[in-house]
């Protein structure tokens, strides 16, 4: 079965940095390789909000959350089928749950992720 799981999250003070990781299983490489990947995170009483995305193939293109753009750097390996959130200069209001979330089918717009994280806890404090 399909499973994507996140590590990496913790507490951590401002001003500080962490790295997430999303390890996935069950997709195949023809299947990962070209589909978009993201990572989304919900704080406390929030809606869930895109945080960063990246789409498969050579291109790689990114999209990042205003509030993220030159703090939070998403990446993944295709080899290992991993996904990555460098997170640096991180404040108090990127206190959230973050989720990884992997797309399997091409050609949706907007993209629609099939597969979702039990999210990983991130804690800034002041």
């Known amino acids: 079965q399909v499973r994507l799981v996140e590590s990496g999250g913790g507490l951590v003070q401002a001003g500080g940095s962490l790295r997430l990781t999303c390890r996935t299983s069950?997709?195949?490489?023809?299947?990962?390789?070209?589909?978009?990947v993201a990572w989304y995170r919900q704080a406390p009483g929030k809606q869930r909000e895109l945080v960063a995305s990246?789409?498969?193939?050579?291109?790689?293109?990114?999209n990042y959350a205003d509030s993220v753009k030159g703090r939070f750097t998403i990446s993944r390996d295709n080899a290992r089928k991993a996904v990555y959130l460098q997170m640096n200069s991180l404040k108090p209001e990127d206190t959230a749950v973050y989720y990884c979330a992997a797309a399997t089918k091409l050609g949706y717009s907007p993209i629609q992720y099939d597969y979702w994280g039990q999210g990983t806890q991130v804690t800034v404090s002041s």
């Open positions: 069950g997709i195949i490489t023809s299947v990962f390789n070209p589909n978009t």
């Open positions: 990246m789409t498969g193939g050579p291109s790689r293109s990114t």
